[in-house]
């Protein structure tokens, strides 16, 4: 079975500071990797997802991701943090042909000035 | 309106109460999904409906009763509910069930609260 990790359940960084959030993925095959973002009383959006090809995927808002196939990650980065960062981030695996999508616990990311 | 769109955003109810959560994708897509979020915990899958059809039941109790009268609909009924019932639960949507590589837009949720 599929499962997710996000080892970090609370991070703070100072607004500009650079940010890696941690994902660590079990699927038997080549994974889909997915990372959404949740605002404070908002649903869940796309970030950027990655399905095969360059192992450095970009996403919306200046994020980015890269897939470590050896290590079993998908960690999240950008280099500067704004204060709409601040949000719940969720670490998702799925597979082609198989709609169940597990997500991971989530990161929930505080900016302070 | 654009996107999945879900009401209401907040219910209160008691434990012998009826309600409905309503969700409504405005995406021409043809699968749609019920999570339920609560703190500390992965989403659940709860149920998913491709076409109109149940494809995904994951265990959910049967004071769940979901329903889907078009493709673009999609209503959780909800009748004698636990207070552990109690959370956020969001409404999905995909372009398809089957091949489908896993990207869902979702609603802003439906936060219940069970007294």
């Known amino acids: 079975a599929q499962s997710v990790t996000q080892p970090d359940i609370h991070i703070t960084v100072s607004e500009g500071a650079s940010l890696e959030l941690r994902c660590n993925y079990s699927?038997?095959?080549?994974?889909?990797l997915f990372w959404y973002v949740q605002s404070p009383g908002q649903g869940l959006q796309l970030l950027l997802k990655?399905?095969?090809?360059?192992?450095l995927v970009q996403g919306i808002k200046g994020f980015e991701a890269e897939f470590k196939r050896s290590q079993s990650s998908f960690n999240l980065r950008k280099p500067s943090v704004h204060w709409s960062d601040a949000a719940e981030y969720f670490c998702?695996?799925?597979?082609?042909?198989?709609?169940?999508?597990?997500f991971g616990i989530g990161t929930k990311l505080q900016v302070i000035p | 309106e654009t996107g999945v769109t879900q009401t209401p955003r907040h219910l209160v109810m008691g434990m012998t109460n009826k309600k409905s959560l309503k969700c409504e994708q405005h995406?021409?897509?043809?699968?749609m999904y019920w999570y339920k979020q609560s703190a500390k915990k992965p989403l659940e899958l709860m149920f998913v409906?491709?076409?109109?059809?149940?494809?995904e039941n994951n265990s959910v109790p049967s004071r769940f009763s979901p329903e889907c009268p078009n493709s673009s609909h999609l209503f959780l009924h909800l009748h004698t509910l636990q207070p552990e019932d109690s959370a956020l639960y969001l409404c999905?949507?995909?372009?398809?069930?089957?091949?489908?590589?896993?990207?869902?837009?979702f609603g802003e949720g439906s936060r219940l609260t069970v007294l």
């Open positions: 999905a949507s995909s372009q398809d069930w089957e091949g489908n590589t896993g990207e869902l837009f």
């Open positions: 699927y038997g095959a080549t994974p889909y």
């Open positions: 990655y399905f095969s090809g360059d192992t």
């Open positions: 998702a695996v799925g597979a082609r042909g198989y709609q169940k999508v597990t």
């Open positions: 995406l021409g897509h043809n699968a």
């Open positions: 409906y491709s076409l109109e059809e149940r494809v």
